[in-house]
């Protein structure tokens, strides 16, 4: 994708976030509509399905797929470098916008609400869970063959609508999140050979640390 709709992107994801630093979330029409139209759909028998997806279903999820395709090598090595590359970047851009934006957590502004796990204590927006989970899914959908990223992707958006059926996200986190996600995961396929050539410096630096143990062992 050309640099200048990767940051047509952003922009959009920027002008989202001063709205929200604006009007707050309770502010734009339609995020409290949605939240309790989500929130307030809870099933008995699909609670504690969607409180292990929100819980479980960022890190237990997609570190394992990504140590999963280093190991595999070849097209999914490759996949997973670009994969950790937009995760570290989407980290970075994740906390910044928390602090910058510092926006409550729903229950922290409304009176009715359905809360299904323990109250997390940082900023709202955006959901980290929908940015990191986003980036993973689009990443996969731009590298991989569907049979591999379209499964995952489904992982993806379940884990983002339990974000807010639990009751800890405004709809607006999670949709921003992605929004920012796919700027991420462009971003971080466009500097594919940048990630690939930091990725050999330091498979040579370990090597040249490994054949050194083992020349230092022989001498012994």
Same mark, same amino acid.
């Given at each position: 994708?050309?640099?200048? %709709?990767?940051?047509?992107?952003?922009? /959009?994801?920027?002008?989202?976030?001063? /709205?929200?630093?604006?009007?707050?979330?309770?502010?734009?029409?339609?995020?409290?509509?949605?939240?309790?139209?989500?929130?307030?759909?809870?099933?008995?028998?699909?609670?504690?399905?969607?409180?292990?997806?929100?819980? %479980?279903? @960022?890190? %237990?999820?997609?570190?394992?797929?990504?140590?999963?395709?280093?190991?595999?090598?070849?097209?999914? @090595?490759?996949?997973?470098?670009? #994969?950790?590359?937009?995760?570290?970047?989407?980290?970075?851009?994740?906390?910044?916008?928390?602090?910058?934006?510092?926006?409550?957590?729903?229950?922290?502004?409304?009176?009715?609400?359905?809360?299904?796990?323990?109250?997390?204590?940082?900023?709202?927006?955006?959901?980290?869970?929908?940015?990191?989970?986003?980036?993973?899914? /689009?990443?996969?959908?731009?590298? #991989?063959?569907?049979?591999?990223?379209?499964? #995952?992707? /489904?992982?993806?958006?379940?884990?983002?609508?339990? @974000?807010?059926?639990?009751?800890?996200?405004?709809?607006?986190?999670?949709?921003?999140?992605?929004?920012?996600?796919?700027?991420?995961?462009?971003?971080?396929?466009?500097?594919?050979?940048?990630?690939?050539?930091?990725?050999?410096?330091?498979?040579?630096?370990?090597?040249?640390?490994?054949?050194?143990?083992?020349?230092?062992?022989? @001498?012994?």
């Amino acid at each position: 994708m050309n640099w200048r %709709y990767i940051f047509a992107i952003y922009a /959009i994801y920027i002008a989202i976030s001063i /709205i929200v630093k604006i009007l707050g979330e309770a502010g734009v029409p339609g995020n409290i509509f949605f939240y309790h139209l989500i929130n307030s759909s809870q099933v008995s028998y699909l609670n504690p399905v969607m409180v292990f997806l929100s819980k %479980y279903g @960022r890190e %237990y999820v997609w570190i394992p797929v990504t140590a999963a395709l280093f190991i595999a090598g070849g097209k999914y @090595r490759r996949a997973s470098i670009i #994969l950790a590359s937009a995760f570290i970047l989407a980290i970075i851009l994740g906390e910044l916008s928390k602090y910058s934006v510092a926006e409550p957590r729903p229950f922290l502004v409304l009176s009715n609400y359905h809360l299904l796990v323990p109250k997390p204590h940082d900023y709202s927006y955006p959901s980290g869970h929908a940015l990191i989970v986003g980036v993973g899914a /689009i990443t996969l959908l731009l590298t #991989l063959p569907y049979y591999i990223s379209v499964p #995952l992707t /489904i992982e993806a958006l379940l884990v983002s609508y339990s @974000r807010v059926y639990v009751g800890v996200h405004w709809p607006l986190d999670v949709l921003a999140g992605w929004i920012l996600a796919a700027a991420i995961s462009f971003t971080a396929l466009k500097l594919e050979n940048f990630e690939m050539n930091v990725y050999n410096k330091l498979k040579d630096f370990l090597m040249g640390i490994s054949n050194s143990k083992a020349a230092e062992k022989k @001498r012994i």
